[in-house]
C-alpha cells in the first residue's frame, strides 16, 4: 500500500457512491452544542468519555479499509519511519493534482474588495449595528477574555475568567476568543477605531506569550488532553471547532491589521496540529482520522486553505485536504440530496472549505459540491428569512411545517450560508445568490441584536406562530456570562457588514457590482472615484425602494469604467425608474444588472427606483394540506404579525394582496398616545390586558407590555367638527376600540368592524388634578363620568389595577382620590411606535398589525400563517398559492 493509493482512495471517497447516514455524529444528541452545554453543566453527566469506536461512522467498503492497515503496514510498504509531507503533496500530484493546482478559476470572477475602503452611514439600519457590535467589542476585557489560555499556559491569571461557555470548566473554553481576533479585525478595517486597535493587539501579544510558553507551537484554552480523546474516538467537545476559530482569528489579524507576529502563531499552530493528523495515520491508519472528523472540527479545511494562499507551503494545502469530511462532501459530489439527520453548522463550515479549495486550486468539482448544497439547503431546508436548521439539525427535505416552533434558525448557520452564497455569487454572477444574501443578512443577521443593546443577541431565531426571540430556550444571552457559538459568530457579522455590498471585476475596463443598496461610500482604487450610496430609509405608505449612487474623482488618476446595479428579482419594471444625471436609463427585467460605463466625472449621479411589492411565500413543505401556510415579505424584508392567537387570514373574494393586506399610513404614527400615572411611587400605564383594560407598571421598551400600552387616537367623523372627541384602538389590534359597558364597571376592547357604538366615544379633557399637561377621559354619553385608574389611595385599595368608568358621588368619594385617579400623563407617540414598515393585516376574528422581524426585541410574533379565501384555504393541487388568487413567490 502507497501514500499514492491512500490519496487516490480518498478521491474514490469524494466520487464514490456513498451513505450519509453513516457519515454524521453519533450519538447525534451530542452533536448539539445545547445539548453539550447541558450536560457540561450538570453535576452527573449522562454521557461518559467512553471509546465511540461502536459506532461506525464512514460510508467506506470494509474491505477497503481494512486493506489500509496499521502503521507497521504503512511503514513496511512505503518504506519510510517519518510520515513525509511533501510525498505526499507529490502522489497528490500524481493523480492529477498537477493540472488542478495550476487550473485558474475564471477571469469572470468577481473580487473582494477591501473593508478598509468601505464605510457604512452612521445614521443607517446597518451603520447602527455595527456601531452597537463596536461598543460591544470595546466592553469585552482583555484579561478576561485570555484568561484561560495564560492559565493554560502556566502563566499568571489576573483578573475573573467570563462565564456562560468561555467558562474554565468548559470544555469549548477558547473559541469566543478566536471569534473576537476575527472580528475585532474586520471591525477596525470597517471603521479604524484606534482603542479597538490596541485591545486586539493586547489580545495577540497574550496570545503570543502562551504559546512562546508552552514551546511547541500549541495555543489554547484546554489541554493537548482534548484531543488524545479526539483521536481516540472518546467523547469531547469538538476542540479543533475551538482551534479552527483561533486560527482564523489569528489569520484574520494577519490579513486585515497586517500583524506579522500573528502569522508566525497561526503557522505554528499549523505545524503542531499537521503533526497531530500524521501521527494518527501513522499509528493507526487514515480510517481513525475520517472516523475522528465525525466530531465537530468547524472549518479547519476552510482557514488551512486560507494559509496555504499566503504561505504557498504544500503542507498545509495537504493537511487542509486531509479536513475535507470526505463521507460527506462526497454525498454533495454526487448530487445525493441526505441532508436529514445532520448537524447543520458541523457541515456548512465544511462546504465553505471546499469551496475555498476550488478558491485555491480551480478544481470545479469543489464549485459543483458549493453549488449543489446551496440548491439543496435553499429549496427544501430554509425558512422564509433564509436561515435553516431545527435544533441545530436538517430535519426532513419539504416537511418544515412540522418544524415550527422556538428552536429553529441557528444563527450560526447563517453566517455560514451566507459565506456560501457570497462565493457561488462571486463565481457566477447569479441573482439567485444575490437574492438570498440580501434576504437572509435583513431577516436572519439583522434579527439577532436587541436593539442597541451592546452584546445582547440570540442563539435561535424561532419561526413558531405567537413566539418570541425572548421566550425561545436560550433567549437573549447577556453580554459576560453566555458566550455561545452564536456569540461568536454574531460579533463578526456585525463587524462585517460592509463587504459584501461592492464586489470588483478586474478588467482592463474596471467594473463595480453594487449588490446590496446600503448607505455607504467605497473608495474604487482601480477606476480611480468615490462613490457615495445613499439609499432612504423604507416605509409602507411609499412602497419604493429609492437609492442614489453620486460619484467623485480624481481626474489624474480616473479612467472607462462600468457601474452594474442590481435589479433584484422581488421587484417589477412597473413604476421602477433609473437615472445618469435625470436622463433615463433603459432598465433590464428583474433578476438583471443594469451596466453603465463611462468616464465618470465628479457629481456624476446614478439614481434607482425599485417597487416594494408585497408578495406571499410558501412554507417548504410539499404536503398538500399544508399549501395554505404561506410566509408574508415586502420586497426583501420578512414581515411578522403581532399576535399570538389568530394565524388566520381572511382574503375574501379579492384576487389582489393589497386588498386584505394595507399599509399603516405615516399620520398613524401622531397619533400614539400612552396614558400614565404615578401610584405608589411608582409609573403606572393604562394597558390591554386580554380584552380588559388595566394599570400595570411601566414596561420596558420593546415587549409585549409595551405594545399594550400604546394606543392610538382615533377622530370619529362623525365628531369631527367636535375634535375633542375619540376613541382608542389598541396598538396591535387595528380595527378595535375601548369601549365601556356602564358606571361602575370595568373598560373592554370590542371590535369597530361596524359603525362604532356611543360607547367607544370620549371627550379629552384638562385634568380633573388640575396638574398641568394632565389629561382626564369624559365618557361622551355618560357626562360626569370620567375612565378612572387606581391613582388615589382609594382606588388603589378598592378595585386593584382595573380601569373602570367613574361617575362621581360626594357621599360616596374621596374627591381629591377621584380626580388623581382620572388624570392621567399623556405620553405622544406612545411606548411603542410604528416601523416605518408597517401593515394591517385582516385575520379571520380581528386584524393584526405586521412589522419586519428584524425590528422586533421581545414582542409575540407569528411569521407563518393560513391563508384562506372565502374560509377555504388558498392550495392548489400541488399544495402550493396559485397565481391566480394571490401574488406568490414560492421560488
Given at each position: 500500500m502507497t501514500l499514492q493509493l491512500i490519496c487516490c482512495f480518498l478521491v474514490f471517497l469524494l466520487y464514490g457512491n456513498v451513505s450519509g447516514k453513516e457519515c454524521t455524529n453519533i450519538p447525534n444528541e451530542l452533536s448539539s452544542h445545547t445539548v453539550r452545554a447541558q450536560l457540561m453543566s450538570t453535576e452527573k453527566q449522562s454521557w461518559n468519555p467512553h471509546p465511540l469506536s461502536d459506532y461506525h461512522l464512514n460510508p467506506t467498503d470494509e474491505s477497503a479499509w481494512m486493506e489500509l492497515g496499521r502503521r507497521e503496514a504503512l511503514n513496511k510498504e512505503v518504506g519510510i519511519e517519518e510520515f513525509d509531507w511533501l510525498m505526499l503533496y507529490r502522489s497528490m500530484k500524481g493523480f492529477g493534482g498537477v493540472e488542478v493546482i495550476t487550473r485558474q478559476r475564471g477571469e469572470d470572477s468577481l473580487s473582494e474588495v477591501s473593508l478598509h475602503d468601505v464605510r457604512l452611514d452612521p445614521d443607517s439600519m446597518y451603520g447602527r449595528a455595527q456601531q452597537t457590535n463596536l461598543e460591544y467589542l470595546l466592553l469585552l476585557d482583555v484579561d478576561r477574555l485570555v484568561w484561560s489560555f495564560r492559565k493554560q499556559a502556566g502563566l499568571s491569571v489576573p483578573g475573573e475568567p467570563y462565564g456562560g461557555w468561555e467558562r474554565p470548566d468548559v470544555e469549548l473554553r477558547g473559541h469566543f476568543v478566536g471569534h473576537y481576533m476575527s472580528a475585532s479585525g474586520q471591525m477596525w478595517a470597517s471603521t479604524h477605531n484606534g482603542t479597538l486597535y490596541e485591545k486586539m493587539s493586547s489580545v495577540i501579544d497574550q496570545l503570543y506569550e502562551c504559546q512562546k510558553k508552552t514551546g511547541t507551537g500549541y495555543l489554547s484554552a484546554f489541554p493537548p488532553e482534548f484531543f488524545d480523546r479526539f483521536e481516540a474516538i472518546k467523547s469531547v467537545w469538538a476542540p479543533y471547532y475551538t482551534i479552527h476559530k483561533i486560527m482564523a482569528g489569528l489569520l484574520d489579524q494577519h490579513i486585515l491589521a497586517g500583524s506579522v507576529k500573528a502569522l508566525q502563531m497561526v503557522v505554528w499552530m499549523a505545524d503542531y496540529f499537521g503533526n497531530r493528523v500524521k501521527n494518527v495515520i501513522q499509528n493507526y491508519s487514515i480510517e481513525r482520522h475520517w472516523s475522528s472528523l465525525n466530531e465537530e472540527t468547524g472549518g479547519m479545511n476552510d482557514v488551512l486553505y486560507r494559509l496555504y494562499s499566503v504561505t504557498k507551503d504544500p503542507k498545509h494545502l495537504v493537511l487542509a485536504h486531509l479536513f475535507d469530511k470526505p463521507c460527506f462532501l462526497g454525498l454533495l459530489a454526487v448530487q445525493a440530496d441526505s441532508l436529514s439527520g445532520f448537524h447543520s453548522n458541523t457541515h456548512i463550515p465544511v462546504v465553505v472549505g471546499a469551496q475555498m479549495r476550488y478558491e485555491i486550486t480551480g478544481d470545479p468539482l469543489y464549485k459543483d459540491?458549493?453549488?449543489?448544497?446551496?440548491?439543496?439547503?435553499?429549496?427544501?431546508?430554509?425558512?422564509?428569512?433564509?436561515?435553516?436548521?431545527?435544533?441545530?439539525?436538517?430535519?426532513?427535505?419539504?416537511?418544515?411545517?412540522?418544524?415550527?416552533?422556538?428552536?429553529?434558525?441557528?444563527?450560526?448557520?447563517?453566517?455560514?450560508?451566507?459565506?456560501?452564497?457570497?462565493?457561488?455569487?462571486?463565481?457566477?454572477?447569479?441573482?439567485?445568490?444575490?437574492?438570498?444574501?440580501?434576504?437572509?443578512?435583513?431577516?436572519?443577521?439583522?434579527?439577532?441584536?436587541?436593539?442597541?443593546?451592546?452584546?445582547?443577541?440570540?442563539?435561535?431565531?424561532?419561526?413558531?406562530?405567537?413566539?418570541?426571540?425572548?421566550?425561545?430556550?436560550?433567549?437573549?444571552?447577556?453580554?459576560?456570562?453566555?458566550?455561545?457559538?452564536?456569540?461568536?459568530?454574531?460579533?463578526?457579522?456585525?463587524?462585517?457588514?460592509?463587504?459584501?455590498?461592492?464586489?470588483?471585476?478586474?478588467?482592463?475596463?474596471?467594473?463595480?457590482?453594487?449588490?446590496?443598496?446600503?448607505?455607504?461610500?467605497?473608495?474604487?482604487?482601480?477606476?480611480?472615484?468615490?462613490?457615495?450610496?445613499?439609499?432612504?430609509?423604507?416605509?409602507?405608505?411609499?412602497?419604493?425602494?429609492?437609492?442614489?449612487?453620486?460619484?467623485?474623482?480624481?481626474?489624474?488618476?480616473?479612467?472607462?469604467?462600468?457601474?452594474?446595479?442590481?435589479?433584484?428579482?422581488?421587484?417589477?419594471?412597473?413604476?421602477?425608474?433609473?437615472?445618469?444625471?435625470?436622463?433615463?436609463?433603459?432598465?433590464?427585467?428583474?433578476?438583471?444588472?443594469?451596466?453603465?460605463?463611462?468616464?465618470?466625472?465628479?457629481?456624476?449621479?446614478?439614481?434607482?427606483?425599485?417597487?416594494?411589492?408585497?408578495?406571499?411565500?410558501?412554507?417548504?413543505?410539499?404536503?398538500?394540506?399544508?399549501?395554505?401556510?404561506?410566509?408574508?415579505?415586502?420586497?426583501?424584508?420578512?414581515?411578522?404579525?403581532?399576535?399570538?392567537?389568530?394565524?388566520?387570514?381572511?382574503?375574501?373574494?379579492?384576487?389582489?394582496?393589497?386588498?386584505?393586506?394595507?399599509?399603516?399610513?405615516?399620520?398613524?404614527?401622531?397619533?400614539?398616545?400612552?396614558?400614565?400615572?404615578?401610584?405608589?411611587?411608582?409609573?403606572?400605564?393604562?394597558?390591554?390586558?386580554?380584552?380588559?383594560?388595566?394599570?400595570?407598571?411601566?414596561?420596558?421598551?420593546?415587549?409585549?407590555?409595551?405594545?399594550?400600552?400604546?394606543?392610538?387616537?382615533?377622530?370619529?367623523?362623525?365628531?369631527?367638527?367636535?375634535?375633542?372627541?375619540?376613541?382608542?384602538?389598541?396598538?396591535?389590534?387595528?380595527?378595535?376600540?375601548?369601549?365601556?359597558?356602564?358606571?361602575?364597571?370595568?373598560?373592554?376592547?370590542?371590535?369597530?368592524?361596524?359603525?362604532?357604538?356611543?360607547?367607544?366615544?370620549?371627550?379629552?379633557?384638562?385634568?380633573?388634578?388640575?396638574?398641568?399637561?394632565?389629561?382626564?377621559?369624559?365618557?361622551?354619553?355618560?357626562?360626569?363620568?370620567?375612565?378612572?385608574?387606581?391613582?388615589?389611595?382609594?382606588?388603589?385599595?378598592?378595585?386593584?389595577?382595573?380601569?373602570?368608568?367613574?361617575?362621581?358621588?360626594?357621599?360616596?368619594?374621596?374627591?381629591?382620590?377621584?380626580?388623581?385617579?382620572?388624570?392621567?400623563?399623556?405620553?405622544?407617540?406612545?411606548?411603542?411606535?410604528?416601523?416605518?414598515?408597517?401593515?394591517?393585516?385582516?385575520?379571520?376574528?380581528?386584524?393584526?398589525?405586521?412589522?419586519?422581524?428584524?425590528?422586533?426585541?421581545?414582542?409575540?410574533?407569528?411569521?407563518?400563517?393560513?391563508?384562506?379565501?372565502?374560509?377555504?384555504?388558498?392550495?392548489?393541487?400541488?399544495?402550493?398559492?396559485?397565481?391566480?388568487?394571490?401574488?406568490?413567490?414560492?421560488?
Amino acid at each position: 500500500m502507497t501514500l499514492q493509493l491512500i490519496c487516490c482512495f480518498l478521491v474514490f471517497l469524494l466520487y464514490g457512491n456513498v451513505s450519509g447516514k453513516e457519515c454524521t455524529n453519533i450519538p447525534n444528541e451530542l452533536s448539539s452544542h445545547t445539548v453539550r452545554a447541558q450536560l457540561m453543566s450538570t453535576e452527573k453527566q449522562s454521557w461518559n468519555p467512553h471509546p465511540l469506536s461502536d459506532y461506525h461512522l464512514n460510508p467506506t467498503d470494509e474491505s477497503a479499509w481494512m486493506e489500509l492497515g496499521r502503521r507497521e503496514a504503512l511503514n513496511k510498504e512505503v518504506g519510510i519511519e517519518e510520515f513525509d509531507w511533501l510525498m505526499l503533496y507529490r502522489s497528490m500530484k500524481g493523480f492529477g493534482g498537477v493540472e488542478v493546482i495550476t487550473r485558474q478559476r475564471g477571469e469572470d470572477s468577481l473580487s473582494e474588495v477591501s473593508l478598509h475602503d468601505v464605510r457604512l452611514d452612521p445614521d443607517s439600519m446597518y451603520g447602527r449595528a455595527q456601531q452597537t457590535n463596536l461598543e460591544y467589542l470595546l466592553l469585552l476585557d482583555v484579561d478576561r477574555l485570555v484568561w484561560s489560555f495564560r492559565k493554560q499556559a502556566g502563566l499568571s491569571v489576573p483578573g475573573e475568567p467570563y462565564g456562560g461557555w468561555e467558562r474554565p470548566d468548559v470544555e469549548l473554553r477558547g473559541h469566543f476568543v478566536g471569534h473576537y481576533m476575527s472580528a475585532s479585525g474586520q471591525m477596525w478595517a470597517s471603521t479604524h477605531n484606534g482603542t479597538l486597535y490596541e485591545k486586539m493587539s493586547s489580545v495577540i501579544d497574550q496570545l503570543y506569550e502562551c504559546q512562546k510558553k508552552t514551546g511547541t507551537g500549541y495555543l489554547s484554552a484546554f489541554p493537548p488532553e482534548f484531543f488524545d480523546r479526539f483521536e481516540a474516538i472518546k467523547s469531547v467537545w469538538a476542540p479543533y471547532y475551538t482551534i479552527h476559530k483561533i486560527m482564523a482569528g489569528l489569520l484574520d489579524q494577519h490579513i486585515l491589521a497586517g500583524s506579522v507576529k500573528a502569522l508566525q502563531m497561526v503557522v505554528w499552530m499549523a505545524d503542531y496540529f499537521g503533526n497531530r493528523v500524521k501521527n494518527v495515520i501513522q499509528n493507526y491508519s487514515i480510517e481513525r482520522h475520517w472516523s475522528s472528523l465525525n466530531e465537530e472540527t468547524g472549518g479547519m479545511n476552510d482557514v488551512l486553505y486560507r494559509l496555504y494562499s499566503v504561505t504557498k507551503d504544500p503542507k498545509h494545502l495537504v493537511l487542509a485536504h486531509l479536513f475535507d469530511k470526505p463521507c460527506f462532501l462526497g454525498l454533495l459530489a454526487v448530487q445525493a440530496d441526505s441532508l436529514s439527520g445532520f448537524h447543520s453548522n458541523t457541515h456548512i463550515p465544511v462546504v465553505v472549505g471546499a469551496q475555498m479549495r476550488y478558491e485555491i486550486t480551480g478544481d470545479p468539482l469543489y464549485k459543483d459540491i458549493g453549488a449543489f448544497f446551496m440548491d439543496v439547503v435553499n429549496s427544501s431546508h430554509s425558512y422564509a428569512t433564509g436561515g435553516t436548521s431545527v435544533s441545530e439539525f436538517w430535519s426532513d427535505p419539504k416537511r418544515l411545517a412540522d418544524s415550527l416552533g422556538t428552536e429553529n434558525e441557528e444563527s450560526c448557520t447563517t453566517y455560514n450560508m451566507l459565506k456560501v452564497s457570497r462565493n457561488l455569487f462571486r463565481w457566477t454572477k447569479e441573482m439567485a445568490y444575490a437574492d438570498y444574501y440580501e434576504r437572509a443578512i435583513l431577516n436572519g443577521v439583522l434579527s439577532i441584536q436587541r436593539g442597541k443593546e451592546p452584546g445582547v443577541m440570540i442563539y435561535m431565531l424561532p419561526m413558531g406562530r405567537g413566539h418570541s426571540k425572548a421566550r425561545s430556550y436560550h433567549g437573549w444571552g447577556t453580554k459576560f456570562d453566555s458566550f455561545w457559538c452564536c456569540y461568536g459568530t454574531g460579533i463578526e457579522s456585525f463587524s462585517k457588514l460592509g463587504d459584501s455590498i461592492y464586489f470588483e471585476e478586474k478588467r482592463t475596463t474596471p467594473s463595480l457590482y453594487v449588490l446590496q443598496y446600503v448607505s455607504s461610500s467605497f473608495i474604487w482604487r482601480s477606476a480611480g472615484i468615490e462613490l457615495k450610496q445613499k439609499t432612504k430609509p423604507v416605509n409602507s405608505f411609499d412602497p419604493y425602494l429609492h437609492v442614489s449612487i453620486t460619484i467623485s474623482t480624481n481626474e489624474s488618476s480616473s479612467q472607462i469604467s462600468t457601474l452594474n446595479l442590481r435589479i433584484p428579482s422581488w421587484t417589477s419594471l412597473d413604476g421602477a425608474k433609473a437615472t445618469l444625471n435625470d436622463n433615463i436609463l433603459q432598465l433590464p427585467s428583474p433578476g438583471n444588472f443594469i451596466s453603465v460605463t463611462r468616464n465618470w466625472m465628479s457629481n456624476d449621479i446614478v439614481t434607482v427606483t425599485l417597487p416594494l411589492r408585497l408578495r406571499m411565500e410558501s412554507i417548504q413543505d410539499d404536503r398538500p394540506e399544508y399549501g395554505s401556510i404561506q410566509a408574508i415579505l415586502f420586497g426583501p424584508y420578512l414581515l411578522a404579525g403581532l399576535t399570538t392567537g389568530d394565524w388566520d387570514i381572511n382574503t375574501g373574494n379579492s384576487s389582489s394582496i393589497s386588498d386584505w393586506i394595507t399599509a399603516v399610513p405615516a399620520s398613524y404614527s401622531g397619533q400614539l398616545i400612552s396614558l400614565t400615572q404615578e401610584i405608589n411611587g411608582k409609573t403606572h400605564v393604562f394597558s390591554n390586558s386580554n380584552g380588559s383594560l388595566t394599570m400595570e407598571e411601566l414596561p420596558i421598551e420593546g415587549t409585549n407590555a409595551a405594545i399594550h400600552g400604546t394606543f392610538r387616537f382615533v377622530f370619529p367623523e362623525k365628531a369631527a367638527a367636535v375634535q375633542s372627541y375619540v376613541m382608542l384602538e389598541p396598538f396591535d389590534l387595528p380595527g378595535m376600540v375601548v369601549v365601556h359597558r356602564g358606571p361602575n364597571n370595568g373598560l373592554a376592547v370590542s371590535s369597530s368592524s361596524t359603525a362604532p357604538g356611543a360607547d367607544a366615544m370620549f371627550n379629552i379633557v384638562q385634568g380633573l388634578d388640575g396638574e398641568h399637561e394632565m389629561v382626564s377621559l369624559e365618557s361622551s354619553t355618560q357626562r360626569g363620568c370620567f375612565v378612572c385608574g387606581i391613582g388615589g389611595s382609594y382606588f388603589s385599595a378598592a378595585r386593584n389595577k382595573t380601569v373602570q368608568l367613574i361617575c362621581p358621588s360626594d357621599s360616596e368619594l374621596d374627591m381629591m382620590s377621584f380626580r388623581r385617579a382620572v388624570s392621567f400623563t399623556p405620553v405622544a407617540r406612545g411606548l411603542r411606535q410604528y416601523h416605518p414598515i408597517s401593515f394591517v393585516a385582516k385575520g379571520v376574528s380581528q386584524n393584526f398589525l405586521l412589522e419586519p422581524l428584524l425590528s422586533l426585541r421581545d414582542e409575540t410574533y407569528t411569521v407563518y400563517f393560513d391563508i384562506h379565501q372565502q374560509g377555504n384555504p388558498v392550495i392548489d393541487n400541488f399544495g402550493r398559492a396559485t397565481s391566480t388568487q394571490i401574488e406568490s413567490d414560492t421560488s
